[in-house]
T-cell receptor
Framework: KAGVTQTPRYLIKTRGQQVTLSCSPI?????VSWYQQTPGQGLQFLFE???????NKGNFPGRFSGRQFSNSRSEMNVSTLELGDSALYLC?????????FGPGTRLTVT | AQSVTQLGSHVSVSEGALVLLRCNYS??????LFWYVQYPNQGLQLLLK??????LVKGINGFEAEFKKSETSFHLTKPSAHMSDAAEYFC????????????FGSGTRLSIRP
């Protein structure tokens, strides 16, 4: 069974721009969660989608948003990028508490 | 609210030696506990998990962890370290009521000396 895939793997954007990251979950998984990983803050939960509805949300500003499609694929969007948004963004799909992570998208904001 | 504390941001052991990575949690209700491993430029891989039942849980690659409620601990051990164990290890906690919202510790980087 194929794992979680994330595209693109690497991205360079300029401050003020917006970016969209994509995540395809493991077949059959209806839950998709997003995490931000930075050296300073570690791994932080962004939000979770289940059956196209946001089910949980972390403590991030409204510039961070997401959505999930009927085929369970998910996208997250960051508007008005700031230098501090540079991070590894990890997507996880799962069944209840067991989460399977993708390789991440490395976003660099210059 | 639940939280996780990993003691030691960097642990170095010799190949063949015991690996012990420490994790303490805080939770007002019985938590689910996890250990994940992250290799450079990769995502997180689940090593093992504790939900209910047996407090000693075995995971992949020879790792195991013991849930000790009285000590609020969930330390990760491996009897004999291998060079391939060098990676970053994360302890994590979640509650069944918000099972997908995982709270991670700050991570422990494990180095293996030849």
């Amino acid at each position: 069974k194929a794992g979680v895939t994330q595209t693109p793997r690497y991205l360079i954007k300029t401050r003020g721009q917006q970016v969209t990251l994509s995540c395809s979950p493991i077949s059959g998984h209806r839950s998709v969660s997003w995490y931000q990983q930075t050296p300073g803050q570690g791994l932080q939960f962004l939000f979770e989608y289940f059956s196209e509805t946001q089910r949980n949300k972390g403590n991030f500003p409204g510039r961070f948003s997401g959505r999930q499609f009927s085929n369970s694929r998910s996208e997250m969007n960051v508007s008005t990028l700031e230098l501090g948004d540079s991070a590894l963004y990890l997507c996880a799909s799962g069944l209840d508490y067991e989460q399977y992570f993708g390789p991440g998208t490395r976003l660099t904001v210059t | 609210a639940q939280s996780v504390t990993q003691l030691g941001s960097h642990v170095s052991v010799s190949e063949g030696a015991l690996v012990l990575l420490r994790c303490n949690y805080s939770s007002s209700v019985p938590p689910y506990l996890f250990w994940y491993v992250q290799y450079p430029n990769q995502g997180l891989q689940l090593l093992l998990k504790y939900t209910t039942g047996a407090t000693l849980v075995k995971g992949i690659n020879g790792f195991e962890a013991e849930f000790k409620k009285s000590e609020t601990s969930f330390h990760l051990t491996k009897p004999s370290a291998h060079m391939s164990d060098a990676a970053e290890y994360f302890c994590a906690v979640t509650l069944y009521s918000s099972a997908s919202k995982i709270i991670f510790g700050s991570g422990t980087r494990l180095s293996i000396r030849p």
